[in-house]
């Protein structure tokens, strides 16, 4: 057995000596999560169900209890191992919570509750605080790395609808941040996120997850690509055979090749690639992908457009835009979101359609977030003592943006289907006026998913 999979230790040291901090008589605690606000004013919400397959389906052992006990008691914390035991002899080690949420891909302006856990058996009232570590977790980095990937596909779609071809979209940030991340599970879970928006990964372990969580096909794909080792083991007096030898190996008519062409002087490369390889490049039906990887972004892909212009040509697209002909770029170094605006812009001022490239992300992607850049908390918000459920919220005065909300609180949509601003209400909000339904629903209950979605669905829900 895995201790990491042990839900009974996965959590805050801590949180194991809060079934003794509640007052007498509590029976229930009701907690939601939300974005607080950060970086983004809209959130795409990812990332719970692959927790709840992963760690929430296998119910506790009794081996489980009793190692728990043994590392609690030494670690220095009180261990609750009679609450731990009803839960084993009652529930047959299922935790008796229910996790309510939006339906996963659902796009939320901040400050509105995404999801809501509570204990369904009123002996079991501390499991819900239990689990906050895991859960908000489970939901603050993929839900960031999924509108984090969402923010990029607005600021390239704006581009395109202006001046090039919006059906592009899926493939034009590819993910590069698989050595990046922290961890495997981190490449699987961020690489996943970044699918809901597109569909290029160099993140192998993201298809996976999708595959295994959300029942997705194959939900990214990649293309035969170059990188810097590859070329310069040829050697510098060899950089052209380098270069021939990728569209010998990969370039056959209807394929993308990707070829790294800056181990040297990416303008010289490009020339080489317009002058001695020109017809070979045309020949083969492929189209080249060249990529610099150093150097200032805007300026350096205007420039590498230029030259490659200059040798393969180029057509006017319908909206007077020029298309080149056999070749595109794609910047893999330096992006995010101010200098994907940047090389836009500075394309778009050249003449350039948005057409003629395509960008890779790695850290800035999958890793260059935390649980503050989207404000992420997971808080109690009612509680039930003595059989009549009490308001709980905190209100530091030294810090109003943490104010948290109270009551039993769900996310309202209208009858549009919108999740407007200020949506978010007691369950028993009867002032609303018509038109107005809870927009989270059951996904666990009890050791059992309910409400099953794909990746398909998921995909689907952030396009709207």
């Not at 908000?136 to 990029?152: D, F, G, K, M, Q």
């Amino acid at each position: 057995m895995k201790l990491a999979k042990n839900i009974i230790l996965n959590t805050d040291s801590y949180k194991a000596s809060m079934f003794k901090q509640y007052p007498m008589g509590t029976t229930g605690v009701y907690s939601y999560i939300e974005s607080r606000g950060g970086k983004y004013d809209e959130t795409v919400f990812f990332g719970l169900q692959a927790f709840i397959k992963e760690y929430l389906l296998e119910p506790i052992t009794q081996t489980d209890i009793d190692i728990a006990d043994e590392i609690w008691t030494a670690h220095g914390e009180p261990f609750n191992r009679s609450g731990w035991q009803y839960i084993l002899d009652n529930h047959a080690g299922y935790l008796p919570v229910v996790i309510r949420a939006v339906p996963e891909g659902t796009v939320v302006p901040v400050k509105n509750v995404l999801a809501t856990i509570e204990n369904t058996d009123p002996q079991c009232y501390w499991l819900t605080t239990w689990l906050e570590t895991a859960l908000l977790r489970a939901i603050w980095y993929p839900t960031t790395v999924a509108s984090n990937s969402y923010e990029s596909k607005k600021i390239i779609l704006k581009y395109l609808e202006k001046n090039g071809d919006p059906t592009t979209i899926d493939f034009k940030l590819h993910d590069f941040g698989a050595r990046g991340v922290s961890s495997l599970e981190s490449a699987g879970i961020g690489g996943a996120a970044h699918l809901v928006n597109f569909m290029g990964s160099d993140t192998i372990s993201g298809v996976l997850y999708a595959r295994e969580y959300y029942n997705a096909g194959i939900a990214g794909f990649s293309i035969p690509a170059a990188e810097h080792s590859t070329i310069t083991s040829w050697g510098r007096d060899n950089e052209v055979e380098a270069y021939r030898n990728m569209l010998t190996q990969f370039a056959k008519p209807g394929s993308i090749v990707a070829v790294v062409s800056d181990s040297y002087d990416i303008y010289n490369a490009c020339k080489l690639w317009g002058t001695e390889l020109n017809a070979e490049v045309v020949n083969s039906g492929a189209t080249l992908v060249v990529r610099p990887d150093s150097g200032n972004p805007s300026e350096v892909v205007v420039e590498c457009l230029r030259i490659l212009e200059k040798y393969f040509g180029s057509t006017i697209n319908d909206k007077g835009y020029r298309v080149l002909r056999n070749v595109r770029v794609i910047q893999g170094d330096g992006i995010d979101h101010s200098s994907i605006r940047s090389i836009l812009f500075c394309m778009d001022i050249a003449g350039y359609s948005a057409d003629n490239i395509a960008f890779g992300q790695g850290g800035a992607l999958l890793q260059a977030v935390d649980r503050d850049t989207q404000k992420f908390a997971m808080k109690c918000s009612s509680a039930e003592i003595n059989g009549e459920w009490r308001d709980v919220q905190k209100d530091p005065i030294t810090d109003p943006g943490k104010k948290s909300k109270a009551g039993r609180v769900t996310l309202w949509t209208n009858s549009g289907g919108e999740f407007a601003s200020g949506v978010t209400a007691p369950l028993g909000w009867t002032d609303k006026g018509t038109g107005w339904t809870d927009a989270l629903s059951e996904v666990f209950r009890d050791g059992k998913l309910v409400n099953e979605i794909s990746f398909e669905q998921v995909r689907a829900n952030a396009r709207k």
